[in-house]
């Protein structure tokens, strides 16, 4: 599987690969980094029938997730990818404009990344 990951704090790309050592070592995940929703929109463009999942903060300078995710929504719609927002703020104002914005999760940092990985269960094939 295949999972974007959209933040602009360059030090979640070698957390991440850290953290999922074992399912990237076994061929179960696959991961792109992306620092910003533009950056992101740009790889989707070549690799969007590709990436089954994005994982994308919210609090971003420029586009911020909520305008990714919309832009999302309205240009993949088949296959449509799952996207999991992910915050440091877990009000409800932030997870209710992602879920209005057609979110299919919701997660708060610091990542729980037992949890993240249960999630992501459903999805790896």
Same mark, same amino acid.
């Given at each position: 599987?295949?999972?974007?990951?959209?933040?602009?704090?360059?030090? *979640?790309? /070698?957390?991440?690969?850290?953290?999922?050592?074992k399912?990237i070592?076994s061929?179960e995940?696959? +991961?792109?980094?992306a620092l910003?929703?533009?950056?992101?929109l740009?790889?989707?463009? @070549?690799? @969007?029938?590709?990436?089954?999942?994005?994982?994308? =903060?919210?609090?971003?300078? %420029?586009?911020? %997730?909520?305008e &990714?995710?919309?832009r999302?929504? @309205?240009?993949?719609?088949?296959?449509?990818?799952? *996207?999991?927002m992910?915050?440091a703020y877990?009000?409800?104002?932030?997870?209710?404009?992602?879920?209005?914005n %057609?979110?299919? =999760?919701? &997660?708060?940092k /610091? &990542?729980?990344?037992t949890? &993240?990985?249960?999630?992501?269960?459903? +999805?790896?094939?």
């Amino acid at each position: 599987m295949k999972i974007l990951v959209v933040d602009d704090e360059a030090d *979640v790309q /070698p957390l991440f690969i850290q953290r999922f050592r074992k399912e990237i070592r076994s061929g179960e995940c696959e +991961f792109a980094f992306a620092l910003s929703g533009e950056e992101a929109l740009s790889y989707l463009e @070549h690799a @969007h029938s590709e990436v089954v999942l994005i994982l994308s =903060d919210i609090n971003m300078p %420029g586009m911020t %997730g909520i305008e &990714l995710l919309s832009r999302i929504r @309205h240009s993949y719609e088949k296959p449509p990818p799952v *996207v999991m927002m992910i915050t440091a703020y877990g009000d409800d104002e932030n997870r209710n404009q992602a879920m209005q914005n %057609g979110a299919n =999760d919701f &997660l708060t940092k /610091p &990542l729980d990344f037992t949890l &993240l990985k249960e999630k992501l269960k459903t +999805f790896i094939v």
